[in-house]
Each structure stands twice: as structure tokens, then as C-alpha cells.
């Protein structure tokens, strides 16, 4: 079984959001989405199937949308500071860009819905505790 590989980037917008500095943040991000992407290629490599590979897809969509969430409770408490929320609104937004990117792959969206909808179903009938 063949299955494509995902290739993750770093939108260019997001890289331009950030403010003229050494650049660190940009390279952080790269090393984040790098590793993201080389976690994933590696169990989709190893899966047995593409329903197998599409559930550790979906681990990572929920991972980012966990870390969605978390990036944007930072903004108004670091604004409530009198801090700039710049680093925080480009984390937020690779995550939710990361998430658009995994989406797209014509492989993943039919098994995509299909994964969420079982987790979220505990037997088919009743709502798990999720």
C-alpha cells in the first residue's frame, strides 16, 4: 500500500506577521512544522491501512486545535498586560493554517469525518465523554 506523504510548510503571511528580529520565531516554527510533518510521514509509512494512517492524522488535528484554543486564550490576557500578542496570534494561526493543510490531502478527507465522528460517538448511539 502506497500512501502520499504529507509535506507541511509555514505559510509565508505568517513568517511576514512577525516582527523584524533575528528571525527565531521563523526557525521555530519551521522546526515545529518539520518534526510535525516527519511524525506523521513515519506512522503513515507504517500503517496498514489509510483508515489506520487517517487516525493518527486526526490525533495531530486534534493535538492542533488543543493548541488552537490555547494560543488564543493568550492573546487578550497578554493585551490585559499591556504585551504585544504578535507571537501568540502567528502560533494560533499556524496551527489552524497546519489543520487547512492536513485537510486538503484528497487521501485523508474521506477518512477524516469518518474518524471524528466515531471518536465522538462512544457506540454508535450514545455521546462519549470526550
Known amino acids: 500500500m502506497t500512501i502520499e506523504e504529507l509535506s507541511l510548510g509555514v505559510p509565508k503571511p505568517i513568517i511576514d506577521a512577525l516582527p523584524e528580529s533575528d528571525g527565531a520565531a521563523a526557525q521555530d516554527m519551521q522546526k515545529a512544522v518539520e518534526g510535525l510533518e516527519a511524525r506523521l510521514n513515519r506512522a503513515i509509512t507504517n500503517a ?5 494512517a487517517a487516525e493518527v492524522v486526526v490525533d495531530a488535528i486534534e493535538r492542533l486545535e488543543d493548541h488552537y484554543e490555547k494560543y488564543d486564550e493568550f492573546v487578550p490576557e497578554l493585551r490585559a498586560w499591556g504585551q504585544s500578542p504578535i507571537y501568540a496570534i502567528a502560533w494560533r494561526n499556524l496551527q489552524a ?3 487547512l493543510q492536513l485537510q486538503e490531502y484528497e487521501w485523508l478527507k474521506p477518512h477524516i469525518d469518518r474518524e471524528r465522528n ?5 457506540d454508535g448511539i450514545r455521546f462519549g465523554k470526550r
Open 118 to 122: 466515531l471518536r465522538m460517538v462512544e
Open 97 to 99: 493554517d497546519l489543520i
Open 48 to 52: 496498514d491501512s489509510e483508515a489506520d
